[in-house]
């Protein structure tokens, strides 16, 4: 059905945008303030159901002090390490 | 920031009830957040175009059931009024519902928002296509059929209800899909 049809077929961009974030203290709504963008947009991309722009993932691995390389992969990220 | 409310007159939103709608912090209408709601919301607006272009179908169903008479008219004109209230009512807590993502310019919007209000442009582009071609068959094949009874049938409800479809659409649609708004 029309409405049911998958929402994002493409790859998706695994990160540790989560546990960046806690390392800093910091909530969803201060990095999203931090990144320009709205809070449940940080959600949707710490649960890894959005794949951000390469505009957005610079910005967010800048507001968390990171390389974008070391918030990103393109492979499942081990949480935690 | 400028202490001006910026009126977007393509959108017909504002830059504040946007950016108030799209804060957290707002509480108001935050029973309407959860997407079970939203859902229940989207199926009363729906079954509300349905009785609204009904309307247009009245003088024929009224002759078939064979209700005449003054008290049918005003029954007639008290639950069009009813409808069509009820109608903007919930195209309003559609708005609200969704944080007027739908409606709002790319400028008070970040790239997931933007891309999720693109989406759903896309599939009521389609369901407006799928509602248009049936509109489209009854125009052709209800005389024929004489599905309608002339007398009385202007067609208006079915514009009302057709234009109420088109302004709402993509905020069912983002209603219905979208898990959090």
Redesign the interface.
């Known amino acids: 059905m ?2 049911l049809m998958s ?1 994002n077929p493409e790859e998706p961009v695994y990160n540790r945008i989560e546990e960046a974030r806690a390392a800093l203290g910091l909530s969803r ?1 201060d990095l999203a303030d931090k990144a ?6 940080i ?2 991309l710490e649960r890894e ?2 794949s ?2 390469l ?2 993932a610079i910005r967010i691995a800048k507001s968390l002090n990171q390389e974008v390389s070391e918030l990103f992969s393109l492979t499942p990220i081990k949480k935690g390490k | 920031m400028s202490k001006k409310n910026k009126f977007y007159w393509f959108e017909g939103v504002t830059e504040k009830g946007v950016k108030s709608l799209l804060n957290e912090e707002n509480s108001k209408f935050r029973w309407l957040r959860p997407q079970k709601n939203r859902r229940v919301l989207v199926i009363l607006m729906a079954l509300g175009l349905v009785l609204t272009s009904m309307g247009s179908y009245w003088p024929t169903l009224k002759t078939n059931l064979g209700m005449s008479g003054p008290v049918s008219g005003v029954v007639y004109s008290v639950a069009a009024v009813f409808v069509i209230l009820a109608v903007i009512g919930g195209y309003s807590f559609l708005r609200i519902a969704v944080r007027s993502i739908a409606d709002a310019p790319d400028e008070l919007l970040d790239e997931r928002q933007i891309a999720v209000r693109n989406t759903s442009f896309r599939y009521a582009y389609f369901i407006l296509g799928y509602i248009i071609m049936v509109l489209l068959v009854l125009m052709i094949f209800a005389p024929e059929l004489q599905m309608f009874q002339s007398e009385g049938n202007d067609g208006s409800y079915l514009v009302i209800a057709t234009m109420f479809a088109c302004a709402s659409l993509p905020s069912m649609v983002m209603a219905w899909r979208e898990k959090d708004i």
């Open positions: 029309l409405l929402r709504q320009g963008v709205h809070y449940q947009t959600g949707y159901e959005y951000p722009s505009v957005l």
